[in-house]
């Protein structure tokens, strides 16, 4: 039972993460139609500069850059390319962002190589103990920033007139244009905010127990789509629920992998795309997403 | 073109297709089989996304299966050093047992392709690759596991496409593997374009078209939306496994690595370089996505900016990421029908100035 318990909790806080980066790509989505596969490589910059950086300008100045560079790269890839294309179909978008992800990630490659960096994060290694149950400090302090995180941004959406703004343009974008909302203004927020969204998640999934940032990060960070599919595509709640549970059940499957050794080893990594399959063929549209209603 | 002329350019390029191996030197061969398998592949998918609309990004898992299956089917019975047991079927056999296997996967995941749209297909499906990775990486007793599973060479009616059985020799040029193999390829790449144009000009092509363009006005002309989306899917698969079968020949022996995530991007690559819908075009992509980064690394040696392998620089495959990534968003940005969009438009130029 602890030990269930125990990969719960930890899966939750994993989860925590996937959320993060999760809400990014919700974020994009609903405010200009994007799927942007080039999230994981923009948070494997993130880390990348973190672990760079730490050592020269101390860990906090590192993460501050790295947030800041995150933004920009994301905002650059809308205000360069995205925009010029707005009216394209959602295929060649992502398509797009696809193109930009092999270039990015191709670089990021070049750069680290077969390097493992650490990111020299202050909590280190550290572990947090509650009633028998164990968990790494940084996953800790990853489910409270997320948790401070996704408040904060639903207030914002909620209360603030960006939000509304935001809120608009993804309800009616024509629409909304007409109405004097600066759709190009609303858009360069969004993406801005999902790099900075990737940034910190980047450095969360390159903190113990990773080992530090690898090529492969961008990869893990492809673990949000199973999150965003899950939830529906245009629901920021169904992001956060579901990447909750894709960390769960991850880390569920990876730490009973004894007992499920017949569905092979490595099970763990699997086990959101299987998730997100099994949930597709009950509900095309995802948990909590917009049911696509047409009319003649 | 009139009917004479079509006719000799046919007879032409049967002549060179067929003369080539008497002057390619192995490296070419090789880079060529690779290409006509990618060829075959990118095909389907690009029937998929250009004339059904429909997003993939599990065309590397289907590419897995026929290549696994075809590995498996016409694999000795006993296990050896070479890998798993397989069924020891005729390898003609072998291969439409592949292909048949492909298009099964492709049909089982018909609950998923024929109900989800776009884009959001091509999510979903992504779950399928790594599936497929967890798949081969663990059926040890079919895939071998990391260490992959060596292919039985192919065959026809007792004449051998290796290097010996029987010993081949044309004008003084040993006909060994490649050669052999490269007129297999040759003659699927002919009968998978074949296909492909005659299936978009079909009535289920404009069907798929008319789903592409409109699902309701689609299913107002009485095409059943949902049916034909799995179909679409399905075929996809086909050519995939099909691809996957001349691929695994190519290689020799398979290992997962080969049929990862990345694969499935690169389909995508080739068919939004080539212009989706179009057959050529595919082709032409597949070409070039396949053979670039073999090529640069065959004369990374002698290509100023390039570094050798393992050196410092930029190594051939990423130069060649680099270039194809920079195509992708160049063709989406400024030629959004791809390659054969811009053959198409200067071929109209022409026409419009020869009227003037």
């Given amino acids: ?296 | 073109m009139s009917r004479a002329p079509r006719a000799a350019v046919a007879v032409g390029v049967v002549v060179v297709v067929a003369a080539l191996p008497l002057y390619l030197e192995s490296f070419w061969l090789q880079t060529a089989l690779f290409s006509m398998g990618a060829i075959v592949a990118a095909i389907g998918l690009t029937l998929l996304v250009g004339i059904a609309g429909q997003l993939s990004l599990a065309h590397a898992f289907f590419v897995a299966v026929g290549a696994y299956g075809y590995a498996f089917l016409a694999g000795t019975e006993a296990a050896g050093e070479d890998g798993p047991a397989g069924l020891g079927l005729p390898p003609l056999l072998a291969l439409v047992g592949a292909v048949a296997l492909a298009g099964v996967a492709g049909a089982l995941f018909s609950p998923i392709s024929g109900r989800v749209r776009g884009i959001y297909l091509g999510l979903a499906s992504l779950g399928l690759v790594f599936l497929g990775q967890h798949v081969l990486q663990n059926a040890t007793s079919v895939t071998g596991g990391y260490e992959g599973v060596a292919v039985e060479p192919f065959g026809l009616a007792g004449f051998g496409f290796s290097d010996s059985d029987p010993d081949l020799t044309i004008f003084d040029v040993p006909y060994g593997r490649l050669e052999r193999l490269w007129y297999l390829g040759a003659v699927l790449v002919a009968l998978a374009v074949w296909y492909g144009r005659n299936l978009v000009r079909s009535r289920p092509g404009r069907a798929l078209a008319t789903v592409r363009d409109g699902e309701i006005a689609a299913a107002v002309h009485g095409i059943d939306v949902v049916r034909y989306k799995a179909a679409a899917f399905t075929v996809s698969s086909m050519y995939a496994g099909l691809g996957g079968v001349l691929t695994a020949l190519a290689f020799g022996r398979i290992v997962p690595e080969s049929f990862g995530f990345l694969l499935s991007i690169d389909f995508l690559v080739m068919v939004v370089i080539g212009g989706a819908g179009s057959v050529g075009g595919a082709a032409a992509g597949a070409v070039f996505v396949t053979a670039l980064p073999l090529v640069l690394n065959h004369y990374s040696g002698s290509l100023p900016l390039l570094a050798e392998p393992g050196g410092g620089g930029i190594g051939a495959s990423e130069a060649s990421r680099f270039v194809y990534g920079a195509a992708i968003v160049a063709v989406l940005l400024f030629a959004r029908d791809g390659l054969s969009g811009l053959v198409r438009r200067s071929q109209s130029r022409e026409v419009k100035e020869s009227l003037i």
């Fill in chain 1, 1 to 296: 039972m602890t030990q269930f318990l125990s990969l719960a909790v930890g899966g939750l806080f994993l989860g925590a993460i996937y959320a993060l980066v999760a809400l990014g790509f919700v974020t994009i989505f609903r405010a200009t139609g994007v799927i942007n596969f080039a999230q994981g490589s923009v948070l494997l910059v993130g880390a990348y500069l973190i672990g760079r950086l730490h050592d020269p300008i101390g860990f906090w100045p590192a993460v501050l850059v790295a947030i800041a560079a995150a933004a920009l790269i994301s905002l650059l890839v809308d205000a360069l390319l995205i925009r010029r294309v707005r009216a394209a179909d959602l295929g060649t978008l992502a398509i797009l962002t696809l193109g930009v992800d092999i270039l990015l990630s191709t670089e990021m490659t070049r750069e680290i190589g077969t390097d493992v960096i650490g990111v020299g994060a202050p909590w280190g290694a550290d572990v947090v103990e509650l009633a028998g149950i164990r968990v790494p400090a940084s996953r800790v302090i990853a489910g409270a920033v997320a948790l401070v995180l996704v408040a904060a941004l639903a207030a914002a959406v909620k209360l603030t007139d960006w939000g509304v703004a935001m809120r608009s343009a993804a309800e009616d974008g024509e629409t909304a244009g007409l109405m004097g909302i600066r759709l190009n203004r609303v858009a360069a927020g969004a993406w801005a905010l999902a790099g900075v969204l990737a940034a910190i998640g980047g450095l969360f999934l390159a903190s113990f127990p990773a080992a530090g940032v690898t090529p492969g990060l961008g990869l893990v960070a492809l673990a949000a789509i199973p999150a965003v599919v899950l939830g529906g595509f245009d629901s920021p709640g169904g992001a956060v629920v579901g990447g909750l549970i894709i960390g769960v059940v991850s880390v569920l499957c990876a730490g009973y992998q004894d007992e499920l050794s017949f569905l092979g080893r490595g099970i763990g990594t699997v086990a959101p795309y299987v998730v997100m399959l099994l949930v597709l063929l009950v509900r095309p549209s995802g948990l909590f997403g917009t049911r696509e209603l047409t009319r003649v």
